[in-house]
């Protein structure tokens, strides 16, 4: 790329020039390599979709990127697992998900916005709590995290892994960020000096300047969530509170005496990840994820 | 990161006496801000980290005697930190981690930086479309992905080894010998690419039009302006996005623990989380397991804080 | 304690309106005094919902409710966290080689006094399993003897013999590798710690045994490492692969044809019917090879026992279904149609009257010979306390073993190790064998 790209750019002395240019390699080879990640990204959920329309034979014995004829069957099969179970993880997911990363964008948008806009005793050392979470490795806190669960008597209830989900220190982080950025001292000020209550302030002047913030930590918390799957696998022991990953992993992983179910567990990966392909596509439009990096130049 | 903590904390005592009346609302209503957030962080995140340092120290010892005694409870002092950092199998682990983050880590950053630089550069096309398409593995769960990697990676259910046995080459062996931490790493690779490049590119989107004007009239090449201009602006990016990938390294559990069925290569010890796993619930030693995560919490704060000292310095100059 | 009361209560109410339209019931003894309870129930396979259909069609009284808390591996796993955190269910499935973890574990209680009468519904050797030290642990429910499964079409094919000793089963092996050389007649899964274990005890290694206070282990006796020895034989001649067993690589390659056969257990029918539907009628059940010839002893591969925990709130009512659900007509009936072989001599009894299961229906003798099989069985081998860091220490020796092609038996006496040094972490007298 780099042989072919600099006679071409030193010959053009604007930009415009630069795009009409002659030397056809220099656009087409970079977008050779852009489409080449494309397809690297979706061959794997090409197979998924593949593989999902084969029957239980066919998946073992016919060509891997060869289209089945078992599609409806998986699917029936899919839903008629367990009574429906299947639906009932898809709600679990929602319901972790959406609950949890609604819940998680409140508190860390309050709390992001305290750190950002106040001055008070003990602000550093909340501050630093979060960094130190932000940095900690979620897994190895599992399994306190099942033990004081356990003290409260919430194992195995969708509060288990709906509490823990909550919590998200580089939520908290992100917030302070934006909160910090987006949010002008001035026009807090001004809401005070017109008499308005903290609470108000907060609601009807900071919260409509912080909603690309939100949003951002909505959809990070929200995928981050519905692909967890050790919190989940730890907390619950009844399948009809597994999400999607956990129940995905249980059909895969039967006891002696079962075969893992792999054509139900592709069919079912294939239906859950299509919608939140969808959602993912549809909302990152609205969020603002130079705001990650931006954190960091102070 | 340096100009995090306030400048000047207000102490109540020295309080201008003209601000008292606007100040004197503001200590109660930060705290009742933060209340649920600290509230959770307390229960979920400090709670549980001081349960685990306790945790640590004790032991499960038969008491009362003969072959069916029950187990129970004591303090062992750092018995568990002993057998923890002597252990063949956790230190291992962290061995089999560095060349798996060896290939991980910079694959990510930089097909990400890569894929990033070329949705900014002017000479490209298909824009939307790769965009789109190289985010899509963000949303697949992982142990979805290490699924359906697991069936593109086994000799019989490969369409790559389909190819190499049809030339005569045989089955590609992804999941033994060295090949193993390349396809490990891979899926890890695939699935992380799409949001770190969307994070640089972000950044890239808001370098100046001016800045690269300037570069392009002084006459130099795209490439020139990619490594020269916009690789240094999107430092802090780089930065941040190596950070996660560095702590994603030392969390890696569940793309192993998934393909391990289907090899006889991966270990029930291979990373050290997996050890962590298996002690806790296969071996029910839980004090060894909260030991060896005390363990791997230090050195990732550890690791972590170095890290972006030394970036700190780096991309940032004088800054703070 | 309350919540889970109330939530108990209000399962029991939502249970018994649901159920209104049952018939009558017999009570059998439960306590009604209290208004109905529920117990909760955990446990994995099949052959669960029928058993439990059943009980709770005749029992309105003492209703049960069944999760599937995962396979052997990560139910065990999260019993015993949860009888620590004070929450196991009443009653769970518990395989035999990890009951004795879960004594020590405090999870499984003492039902002798529940279930005085169950002794005599079981053979002495599947009794053996559920009884220590005078205590009762649990109910067995189904037992896995080892047997063969075989692709019956294929051996026709190549006019193979069905080798009744494990020297025949090698020659056959190497008969495959000439006859069809991309076909196998089985793999060596290195994983499969409780086949292992199964084949050692059949050319009667005891790996655990208890001698007034203190245990002895001896998991690298003579007879394992023959067992060991054979494998890393078959293995290292190439004549058989080192292979884990039922991922999509093996699945395929038995689509194709090309596992021949597997040496396993009474449950391997209902494994390989759900892997390749399409093969019914092409496979057949016979005896486990021998070690010896002439000689018929059958080692239990899995099977598992039901047990009351410690945490049950309720033990009576939860050892009365275990005991009913293994041992009356009604319970071996549903456990047999799924395709599991029963513990109880009144379920064994009653698969000779059943058809057979459905990946063998041309082999109209099937529960005949399983019956020999389950006859045969080796008694009184006894699980030491911590079979769960032996499964786990096997897993990685011989994955280990078979990955470097470095030796099987090497693998064994690193287990054992791994084994002993455990126990006596853990406290325990220990005395290598």
């Known amino acids: 790329m780099s042989a072919a790209t600099a006679p071409e750019a030193t010959r053009a002395a604007t930009p415009r020039a630069a795009?009409?240019?002659?030397?056809?390699?220099?656009?087409?080879?970079?977008?050779?390599?852009?489409?080449?990640?494309?397809?690297?990204?979706?061959?794997?959920?090409?197979?998924?979709?593949?593989?999902?329309?084969?029957?239980?034979?066919?998946?073992?014995?016919?060509?891997?990127?060869?289209?089945?004829?078992?599609?409806?069957?998986?699917?029936?099969?899919?839903?008629?697992?367990?009574?429906?179970?299947?639906?009932?993880?898809?709600?679990?997911?929602?319901?972790?998900?959406?609950?949890?990363a609604v819940l998680s964008t409140l508190v860390s948008t309050m709390s992001g916005y305290?750190?950002?806009?106040?001055?008070?005793?003990?602000?550093?050392?909340?501050?630093?709590?979060?960094?130190?979470?932000?940095?900690?490795?979620?897994?190895?806190?599992?399994?306190?995290?099942?033990?004081?669960?356990?003290?409260?008597?919430?194992?195995?209830?969708?509060?288990?892994?709906?509490?823990?989900?909550?919590?998200s220190p580089f939520g908290i982080y992100l917030s302070r960020v934006y909160a910090a950025a987006a949010v002008p001292e001035e026009v807090v000020e001004a809401a005070r000096i017109d008499g308005a209550g903290e609470w108000r302030t907060f609601t009807s002047v900071a919260v409509p300047m912080l909603v690309p913030g939100m949003v951002t930590v909505f959809m990070l918390q929200f995928v981050g969530i519905w692909n967890n799957f050790l919190l989940p696998f730890i907390m619950l022991s009844d399948e009809r509170r597994y999400p999607l990953t956990v129940g995905l992993y249980s059909l895969l992983s039967k006891g002696s005496g079962e075969p893992a179910l792999y054509s139900l567990a592709i069919v079912g990966a294939a239906v859950?990840?299509?919608?939140?392909i969808a959602l993912v596509l549809f909302l990152q439009r609205f969020w603002r994820l130079d705001l990650i990096s931006g954190g960091l130049k102070g | 990161m340096g100009t995090a903590g306030p400048a000047a904390p207000a102490r109540p005592a020295a309080r201008p006496p003209g601000r008292a009346g606007r100040r004197g609302r503001v200590p109660i209503a930060p705290y009742l801000f933060l209340a649920p957030g600290v509230l959770l962080l307390v229960l979920f995140l400090l709670v549980p980290v001081g349960y685990a340092v306790h945790l640590s120290l004790r032991g499960l010892r038969v008491s009362g005697g003969g072959p069916f005694g029950r187990r129970e409870e004591v303090f062992v002092g750092l018995e568990n930190y002993a057998a923890a950092l002597t252990s063949a199998d956790f230190l291992g682990g962290f061995g089999r981690l560095a060349v798996y983050g060896l290939i991980a880590v910079p694959l990510t950053l930089g097909l990400a930086l890569l894929f990033a630089l070329l949705l900014d550069a002017t000479t490209t096309t298909a824009k939307r479309f790769s965009r789109t398409a190289i985010f899509v593995p963000y949303a697949v769960p992982g142990v979805i992905a290490s699924l359906l990697w697991g069936f593109l990676y086994l000799p019989t259910t490969s369409p790559v080894s389909h190819v190499t046995e049809a030339l005569g080459l045989g089955a590609v062996p992804f999941l033994s010998g060295a090949p193993l931490f390349g396809s490990v790493a891979n899926i890890a690779v695939w699935g992380g690419v799409g949001f770190n490049m969307i994070i640089i590119y972000t950044s890239l989107r808001s370098i100046p039009a001016e800045v690269q004007e300037a570069a392009r009239l002084d006459g130099a090449s795209e490439l020139q302006i990619a490594l020269r201009v916009k690789v240094p602006l999107v430092a802090p990016a780089l930065v941040l996005t190596g950070l996660f990938a560095l702590i994603g390294t030392l969390q890696v559990y569940g793309e192993p623990t998934t393909l391990a069925p289907m090899t006889t290569s991966i270990t029930q010890t291979w990373v050290p989380l997996m050890t962590i796993y298996r002690d806790a619930f296969t071996r029910d030693?839980?004090?060894?397991?909260?030991?060896?995560?005390?363990?791997?919490?230090?050195?990732?704060?550890?690791?972590?804080?170095?890290?972006?000292?030394?970036a700190q310095r780096r991309a940032f100059g004088s800054e703070s | 304690m309350q919540v889970r009361a109330l939530a108990t209560v209000t399962a029991a109410a939502l249970a018994l309106s649901l159920g209104a339209c049952s018939s009558d019931g017999s009570g059998d003894g439960a306590s009604a005094a209290d208004?109905?309870?529920?117990?909760?129930?955990?446990?994995?396979?099949?052959?669960?919902?029928?058993?439990?259909?059943?009980?709770?069609?005749?029992?309105?009284?003492?209703?049960?409710?069944?999760?599937?808390?995962?396979?052997?591996?990560?139910?065990?796993?999260?019993?015993?966290?949860?009888?620590?955190?004070?929450?196991a269910p009443d009653v769970a499935v518990v395989q035999y080689d990890t009951l004795p973890a879960m004594i020590v574990g405090g999870v499984a209680a003492d039902i002798g006094e529940h279930v005085a009468d169950a002794e005599e519904q079981f053979n002495p050797g599947v009794w053996s399993q559920v009884e220590f030290d005078g205590a009762v642990y649990g109910v067995p429910q189904d037992v896995g003897p080892q047997a063969l499964v075989y692709n019956q079409a294929r051996f026709t094919e190549l006019g193979l013999p069905v080798p009744t000793t494990w020297a025949e089963f090698a020659a056959v092996a190497e008969q495959v590798e000439q006859k069809d050389p991309a076909a196998t007649l089985t793999t060596f899964a290195p994983a499969e710690f409780g086949g292992f274990a199964a084949m050692a005890q059949q050319n009667g290694a005891q790996w655990w045994t208890v001698d007034g206070d203190a245990w002895t282990v001896s998991i690298d006796d003579e007879p394992s490492r023959r067992v060991a020895q054979y494998w890393e034989d078959l293995v290292d001649r190439g004549v058989i692969d080192a292979q884990p067993l039922l991922t999509p690589e093996w699945n395929a390659r038995l689509a194709a044809g090309e596992v021949l056969s597997w040496p396993s257990a009474l449950w391997a029918n209902g494994v390989v019917n759900g892997v390749v539907p399409e093969q019914a009628g092409q496979w057949a059940l016979a005896p486990i090879p021998q070690w010896e010839a002439g000689r018929s002893a059958v080692s239990f591969q899995g099977g598992s026992a039901v047990v009351v925990t410690t945490s049950s709130e309720h033990p009576e009512e939860a050892a009365e279904f275990a005991e009913w659900i293994n041992t009356s007509k009604e319970g071996s009936a549903a456990q047999i149609e799924a395709?599991?072989?029963?513990?109880?001599?009144?379920?064994?009894?009653?698969?000779?009257?059943?058809?057979?299961?459905?990946?063998?229906?041309?082999?109209?003798?099937?529960?005949?010979?399983?019956?020999?099989?389950?006859?045969?069985?080796?008694?009184?081998?006894?699980?030491?306390?911590?079979?769960?860091?032996?499964?786990?220490?096997?897993?990685?020796?011989?994955?280990?073993?078979a990955t470097r092609g470095t030796s099987f038996t090497d693998a064994l006496a690193a287990v054992q190790e791994a084994v002993v040094a455990d126990m006596e972490k853990s406290g325990f007298t220990v005395s290598a064998g």
């Open chain 1, 19 to 100: 795009r009409r240019g002659p030397a056809r390699t220099t656009r087409v080879l970079p977008t050779a390599v852009l489409l080449l990640g494309a397809l690297y990204c979706l061959v794997p959920v090409a197979w998924v979709l593949v593989a999902s329309t084969k029957s239980r034979g066919e998946l073992f014995s016919t060509f891997t990127f060869a289209p089945g004829t078992g599609l409806l069957e998986n699917l029936s099969d899919l839903f008629a697992y367990g009574d429906g179970q299947f639906l009932t993880w898809c709600a679990n997911s929602l319901l972790y998900a959406g609950a949890g």
């Open chain 1, 114 to 167: 305290a750190l950002a806009k106040f001055r008070f005793p003990g602000r550093d050392a909340i501050f630093y709590a979060v960094l130190g979470g932000v940095l900690l490795p979620g897994i190895t806190l599992a399994i306190p995290q099942y033990l004081i669960m356990s003290e409260l008597g919430l194992v195995g209830s969708h509060w288990s892994v709906l509490l823990p989900s909550i919590i």
């Open chain 1, 272 to 276: 859950s990840i299509v919608p939140l």
């Open chain 2, 285 to 310: 030693d839980l004090p060894l397991a909260s030991a060896a995560s005390v363990l791997l919490a230090v050195g990732t704060l550890a690791v972590s804080v170095v890290l972006l000292r030394v």
């Open chain 3, 35 to 87: 208004g109905p309870i529920t117990l909760e129930y955990w446990a994995w396979g099949t052959a669960q919902d029928g058993m439990v259909e059943a009980w709770n069609r005749t029992h309105p009284d003492v209703q049960v409710r069944k999760t599937d808390a995962g396979g052997s591996t990560d139910s065990s796993a999260k019993l015993l966290t949860a009888t620590r955190a004070e929450n």
């Open chain 3, 339 to 401: 395709g599991q072989y029963p513990a109880s001599l009144v379920g064994q009894e009653l698969t000779l009257s059943s058809a057979p299961p459905v990946q063998s229906p041309q082999q109209a003798d099937y529960w005949q010979v399983a019956q020999r099989i389950a006859s045969d069985t080796v008694p009184e081998v006894s699980w030491g306390p911590n079979v769960n860091v032996a499964s786990s220490a096997f897993q990685d020796a011989f994955n280990a073993a």
